[in-house]
């Protein structure tokens, strides 16, 4: 069945930077788009950004774009985002997630999250 | 403020049939499908509907979904106790060029 493990959360200072990674297994990862979505404290979920299956189509949400970079690696079936100037609203539990199609058709599967913390 | 709104609960008794609704726009909604996700604190995000009224194999009858001009509506008939969760809709936007979410409605089981 189809995994994803998410990596690489913790605490970081604001300005600093973190890369997250998502392993994923159990389906064909370089034929299928894959996302981040994140959940701040208390609040809903936040789609982050979405690759298409072989990286040539990006997209991010206004409030990242210039400081985080979704990109993939098909000879590790590994999603990564990496996350630069972070500030303490990046704080939130940030989700990997299976696209039902190359692109961005939308999210079919997800990962159990893994937390990341800006503060001084 | 997202992009989508929802009611930030609903509730009913088990039996009961519940619907929650999802109002967007044209860049959206209006012009692109709509999926819903129920979420369980602590847990991974599950796919409920996909292209406005499509269920997953595994996902129970009981969940419906429907689309009209730019709003969406999910529905759950015979209410049990463990569909206490949140509940997402989202759909692309062509004007921001990603996905939007609602805001989520947490769904109480009295």
């Known amino acids: 069945q189809v995994q994803l493990v998410e990596s690489g959360g913790g605490v970081v200072q604001p300005g600093r930077s973190l890369r997250l990674s998502c392993a994923a297994s159990g389906f064909t990862f370089s034929s299928y788009g894959m996302h981040w979505v994140r959940q701040a404290p208390g609040k809903g979920l936040e789609w982050v950004a979405v690759t298409s299956y072989d990286g040539s189509d990006k997209y991010y949400v206004d409030s990242v774009k210039g400081r985080f970079t979704i990109s993939r690696d098909s000879s590790k079936n590994t999603l990564y985002l990496q996350m630069n100037s972070l500030r303490p609203d990046d704080t939130a539990v940030y989700y990997c997630a299976k696209d039902g199609s190359p692109y961005h058709s939308g999210i079919d599967v997800w990962g159990q999250g893994t937390t990341v913390t800006v503060s001084s | 403020q997202s992009v989508l709104t929802q009611p930030p609960s609903a509730s009913g008794t088990p039996g009961q049939r519940v619907t929650i609704s999802c109002s967007g726009g044209s860049s959206n909604i209006g012009s692109n499908a709509v999926r819903w996700y129920q979420h369980l604190p602590g847990t991974a995000p599950k796919l409920l509907i996909y292209t406005n009224t499509q269920r997953p194999s595994g996902v129970p009858d009981r969940f419906s979904g429907s689309k009209s001009g730019t709003s969406a509506s999910l529905a759950i008939s015979g209410l049990q106790s463990e569909d206490e969760a949140d509940y997402y809709c989202?759909?692309?936007?062509?004007?921001?060029?990603?996905?939007?979410f609602g805001g989520g409605t947490k769904l109480t089981v009295l």
């Open positions: 989202a759909a692309w936007d062509d004007s921001l060029n990603g996905w939007v």
